[in-house]
């Protein structure tokens, strides 16, 4: 993994996404993929400013699916009460877990935050570019680094990757800096946000029950 610094390349880009929309007359367009309404609610504030979202609700690995729905609706709520500087629309994801245990085939047993999560990260990543190719969008990015427990590294990587593979840009992004995780709770608290103590998966469940115990 590499150090670079994710938040200042955004602020670097950012500048310039601002300039382009004032000459444009129209906000750039982003497909976020966004994993839950907590991790969600920081970086739609931060991002508004800037882009025209479509907020995307696609995560194959968060079990049962009454977890998955709840987390789905309570993300369509916060969109609904946000004041943003422009549009934010949210679309639903097909929810379907054997794309996630299919792309983990054979990580099972790995800790959360190696590989078994890289896999995920680039499912629901890949999905998320697929769909902002195929609409035109200026960028895509991933709510995910914004958790202190994912690889911003590797999410970035990742991203730079798709962008090749599917001719749209990735947004960089280290959405944890500047104090972005505090103020996702702080959001989570004015709105009253239902927060999960597990990623979603069996298998971070799993380990969150054992260390409670």
């Known amino acids: 993994m590499n150090n670079v610094n994710y938040q200042k390349l955004l602020d670097a880009l950012l500048e310039q996404i601002k300039e382009e929309n004032e000459r444009s007359g129209r906000p750039a367009t982003l497909f976020l ?5 907590p991790c969600s609610s920081y ?3 931060y991002l508004s400013d800037y882009f025209e979202i479509t907020d995307f609700f696609y995560n194959p690995n968060i079990e049962p699916e009454e977890e998955y729905r709840h987390r789905e609706a309570e993300l369509e709520r916060l969109i609904g009460e946000m004041h943003p500087a422009y549009p934010i629309h949210f679309r639903a994801g097909r929810y379907d877990p054997s794309e996630y245990y299919d792309a983990v085939r054979g990580l099972e047993r790995i800790r959360e935050g190696g590989e078994r999560c890289f896999a995920c990260y680039r499912l629901r990543m890949e999905e998320a570019a697929r769909h902002a190719a195929d609409g035109g969008y200026d960028y895509f990015t991933t709510t995910l680094s914004i958790s202190p427990l994912k ?3 590797k999410i970035n990587e990742i991203g730079r990757e798709l962008e090749e593979t599917y001719g749209v840009k990735h947004l960089p992004s280290d959405f944890k800096k500047k104090g972005g995780y505090q103020r996702s709770i702080e959001l ?3 709105h009253s946000l ?3 103590n597990f990623c979603g998966c069996v298998f971070s469940k799993r380990e969150r029950e054992e260390e409670e115990r």
């Not at 993929?33 to 309404?37: I, K, N, Y």
């Open 43 to 45: 970086v739609l504030e």
């Open 151 to 153: 690889n911003a590294a």
């Open 33 to 37: 993929h966004s994993c839950c309404a």
């Open 194 to 196: 239902y927060r999960q």
């Open 188 to 190: 989570s608290k004015e």
